[in-house]
């Protein structure tokens, strides 16, 4: 009786490390792929911006815009890399 519940036990721990061993790394390429191209879209954001006046660009610092770009940019870097996941869990 040991050993069967040893196999089941065994077999059970197998497909669940299985499927959160491939979660876990389609999470991390996912998230590679979407920093870079997030990254891409925050430099051309702050590219964008260095076109302002000197005053102007120095106000918005001041009222946090840098905070601003870096929080919705990780937000949105997250939430992607979840949904990616969630969406590969949801196929095994």
């Known amino acids: ?3 069967l519940l040893v196999t ?3 077999w059970a721990m197998g497909r669940f490390a299985t499927r959160l061993f491939l979660a876990l790394g389609i999470g991390v390429a996912s998230y590679g792929v979407l920093k870079t191209s997030l990254d891409a879209a925050l430099n051309a954001a702050v ?4 076109d302002l006046p000197a005053d102007v660009l120095q106000l918005l610092l001041l009222l946090g815009l ?3 770009l870096s929080i919705i940019g990780s937000a949105m870097l997250t939430m992607a890399a979840i949904n990616a996941a969630r969406v590969y ?3 095994l």
């Open 47 to 50: 590219g964008a911006l260095m």
């Open 89 to 91: 869990i949801a196929k």
């Open 1 to 3: 009786m040991p050993s």
């Open 66 to 68: 840098s905070d601003f």
């Open 8 to 10: 089941v036990f065994t």
